[in-house]
């Protein structure tokens, strides 16, 4: 497998509402939709139609809801050999869409919280040796640090996306290759906050991150595009300054429904650094995955495959 992604899996129970409800609210919405998620699955699902030979390695429950996760990952082209079905619900996340395209969401984590050392341990022979290994932070930090360490020991780029945010200890960032983050968790990452003087300053939030240690980062910025940059070569560790910060602009497309862009973009990333694409590549092709993805509903149903991704770039070139 050229890809494998280590990470989370959950059913997403998706309303449309008018707004978001306030304290106390009660709100009537639209008609309920069961979706495929979670950001490890979405990636994996992401990678796989971008082309690129894919496993997902993570745990659901053995219900109706790990059963379909299970179904729609093979379906995307998946390898499943690492998903193991546990005794525990399978993950759920609760998603408010808005009109404006944009969402709120409260996960339950379910049995994405079963999936700790010994799991990833048991299931080592698939992520281990891969040539990209992609983690995120729904399943137990712990977890996705080890395998993080381990798999990069062993010889693999390693892609953090530290979602949901998440402060990132030195150690780790030095795995990375690269960090992928939003603006928000940019700073979480950095263990800061919005009080801080760079709150605003995204190229200076990715110039601290690669001088924390990180070998690359990139920012994504919504509508705005995504920062990149990567240590060594003209980049001196220790001189933040000399840091070059490269700017991918965005697609300008209608958002219909924003949930598993990020997730698209990750998987994405990864299925063109594993084809051997620079960085500043993969993230141009990734920008035009998520691009594609945000004007449909659901994160796996909304993602295309690489045909429509090429049709999309052309037609906009
Ligand atoms: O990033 C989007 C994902 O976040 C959703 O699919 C949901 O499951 C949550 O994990």
């Known amino acids: 497998m050229q890809v494998v992604v280590v990470g989370s899996a959950n059913a997403d129970l998706v309303v449309e509402v008018p707004r978001r409800p306030g304290a106390g609210e009660t709100l009537l919405g639209g008609e309920l939709s069961t979706l495929p998620g979670g950001k490890g699955a979405n990636q994996a699902a992401a990678a796989a139609r971008c082309g690129a030979a894919t496993g997902f390695v993570g745990s659901v429950g053995d219900d109706g809801n790990g059963a379909f996760l299970r179904e729609r990952l093979v379906a995307a082209g998946v390898d499943v050999s690492g998903l193991v079905s546990v005794d525990a619900a399978t993950g759920t996340a609760i998603i408010l869409l808005t009109p404006d395209g944009e969402n709120s969401i409260v996960v339950s984590p379910g049995a994405n919280h079963a999936f700790d050392a010994a799991a990833a341990g048991r299931a080592a022979d698939v992520w ?29 780029r390693v892609v953090l996306n530290a979602a949901p945010a998440a402060r990132i200890a030195p150690e780790v960032l030095r795995l990375c290759d690269p960090l992928i983050v939003n603006e928000h968790e940019a700073l979480e990452a950095l263990g800061a ?42 980049n001196g560790l220790g001189d933040e300054a000399a840091v070059v910060v490269e700017a991918v602009p965005a697609y300008r497309v209608t958002a219909l429904d924003t949930t598993g862009a990020g997730d698209a ?3 994405a990333t990864a299925a063109e650094l594993a084809r051997g694409a620079s960085l500043g590549d993969a993230v141009r092709f990734a920008t035009a995955v998520s691009a594609v993805a945000v004007q449909r509903v659901g994160a796996q149903a909304s993602y295309a495959d690489r045909a429509e991704i090429d049709a999309f770039i052309a037609e906009r070139a």
């Open 193 to 234: 906050d919005g009080s801080d003087p760079d709150a605003d300053d995204y190229p200076r939030l990715v110039r601290r991150l690669i001088a924390a240690g990180a070998r690359s980062v990139v920012v994504t910025l919504g509508a705005e595009g995504a920062l990149v940059a990567e240590s060594g070569a003209g």
């Open 128 to 156: 281990r040796g891969a040539p990209v290994v992609v983690l995120s932070l729904e399943i137990p930090h712990a977890t996705a640090f080890l395998v993080a360490r381990e798999a990069r020991e062993a010889g693999s």
């Open 265 to 267: 973009f990750v998987g």
